[in-house]
């Protein structure tokens, strides 16, 4: 089957009682409570207010983590409600300047590129581009490094490390501008060579090249403590750079030496507590507290620095102890279970009027807040970081291999580039498995794709492969056909212990014949029937029940599946999901390694991100158990 254009669900109506119940994560009952108090757009300040902000942004980056990690089109819904509170047809953005040069205007603009990847709506484009033009006309210092405001001349803060460089090396990546790598790996060597102490390794919140700010020191241009959230700003932006920036790009290993740098320096730093002070290296000084936003930054950073493989294990107790500690100070709950981050800082700045001089006691002057977006927005990252933690270690350093080659397709991209794209792990898109994917590494598992043809070589490592809808000659000029030579590699592959999925698709988009070659020698073949034909959006057309207690998708009642190639059996295979006398799925035990088959790609993002299927079908759930069973049937 073939994507077409989505219609968005309308906004599920939420329930407060039920969403915030004491078994939910923490995660999902922080979102939801701060939709129960935001429920029309996001305020921001002491709640009075709805700009184009950074505390915006800090919030639809956490929802967007949400829906990615939870299937819930409810957080995708808030989103787009929300950015469209602001962007204009034409691409203008309500509330926003250009003139301001203000850096921490970007953040939202990850946002505009998660809209239009979604939508391909060109007044998100045009918005994303607006924030771009910004960055090309920033004033910068002598080095080269972004101002962090116009009226703040020859200053970078390390809270704009965060504010712009995650924003600009998405749309980098999304626009490809490839030699803004370099400018973005600048900003952050700046910081790293003016703003670190050689005495206890913390960052200085403020630098002023020029030295003539009253709080710079005259010979270094810093100002002169250690505010929590400014550290934590600069480790956010860390790993969310990376999250973006080229595998193979010369630069990309600094940004981890950074964060290696960094790492034991907050666990040095951090209160028995768990959490982190205001003034990191001034604990139980008169007036210093254990403060909220910088503790679930920090928590944030080393778990997730921990989950992507750039810091050892062993940060993984301190993100932990962290987080427990963020609940035991800081979270109170209300009778109906709605729940409140306290003790947020409200501000930090240097300079301006009334003028702040980055004094000890300027810090401490500064007025706490009840759920304070720059605390909650953390959080819920930090949550999400934790909770995928408990799944993390479960099939660590497994490889799940994606087959290139025989489905080996191209489109334009976003910006006009080619780009691969139709079942990869690369595809954000309707027509891509990046959601699949991301469940995968959840559980701890490396996804890579495979554009060579398969060999013993290239199946050495795998433990899990993938081969998804082969192409026809109306889809790939010249097709690479399954030939004996493949399917020879494979078997013994399996024999010895791989774990083989095929998905076809229907039988007027897929290469059948070759494919069904390889699948019959396990017993399972495509049958050439297509069932499931769904009109327009007459869903119960694609209803698949799923049998009490299944053993692979237990708990799950209904799944949608549209314009399947039914199957046929022979020798040991067995059907794992039958309906109306056909099987739609069946797996097959050959030698010591294990084979699951069905005659459709059914969990690409079009079918499992929520934005299209009523919540009845459990698409989502289901690719997330599949994904554990396959990872569970590898030796």
Known sequence: MRIKSFCLLLMVPFCLSQAVAQNRPWSQRMAESFMDTHK?????????????DYEQGLMLESFKRLWQHTGDVRYFNYIKKDIDHFVKEDGSIRTFKLEDFNIDNMPTGRALLLMYQETKKEKYKKAAYLLRRQLSEHPRTKENGFWHKKRYPNQMWLDGLYMGHPFFTEFSVAFNEPANFNDIALQFALVEKHMIDSKTGLLYHGYDESRQQPWANPATGCSPNFWGRAVGWYAM?????????PQDHPERGKFITYLQRLAPVLVKYQDASGC????????????????????????YALAKGVRMGYLNASFLPAAKKGFQGIISNFIS??????????????????????YRDGSYEYYLSEPLRKDDLKGVGPFIQAALEIEIAETNTFAKGKNVVLDYFFNNEYRKGLN???????????????????????????YGANTLPLTTAPSVAALKTADVYIIVDPDTKKETAVPNFIGAEHINVIKAWVKKGGVLMLMANDTA?????????????????????????????????????????????????????????????????????????????????YGKG??????????????????????????????????????????
């Open 237 to 245: 932006g860390l790993v969310d750079v990376l999250d973006n920036f």
């Open 333 to 354: 709950t209300e009778a109906s279970g709605k729940i409140h981050l306290e003790k947020t800082v409200s501000v930090g700045g240097l300079g301006g009027v009334p």
């Open 40 to 52: 029309d757009s996001i305020l921001v300040g002491a709640n009075k207010f709805s700009r184009w």
């Open 509 to 589: 988009n897929c290469e059948i014949p070759h494919f069904n070659q390889l699948s019959s020698a396990f017993g399972i073949s495509f049958s050439g029937k297509s069932r499931n034909m769904v009109k327009n959006d007459v869903y119960e057309q694609g209803k698949v029940p799923v049998p009490a207690g299944h053993p692979i998708f237990s708990g799950i009642s209904k799944l949608f599946v549209k314009e399947l190639v039914t199957l046929n059996l022979s020798g040991k295979a067995k059907a794992s999901i039958s309906e109306g006398g056909d099987v739609i799925m069946a797996t097959a035990k």
């Open 594 to 635: 294990t084979v699951f088959v069905i005659g459709d790609p059914w969990i690409y993002n079009e079918y499992v991100n929520g934005k299209r299927l009523p919540p009845m079908y459990e698409n989502f759930q289901a690719a997330r158990l599949l994904a554990k069973w396959l990872l569970e049937q590898s030796k």
């Open 416 to 442: 006009g580039q080619t780009e691969r794209f139709h079942y990869t792990w690369e595809d954000p898109m309707d027509s891509g498995f990046s959601t699949w994917g991301n469940l995968f590494r959840e």
């Open 276 to 299: 982190w002070w205001q003034i990191l290296d001034k604990a139980n000084e008169k007036g210093n507290y254990l403060e909220a936003s910088a503790s679930c930054m920090f928590t």
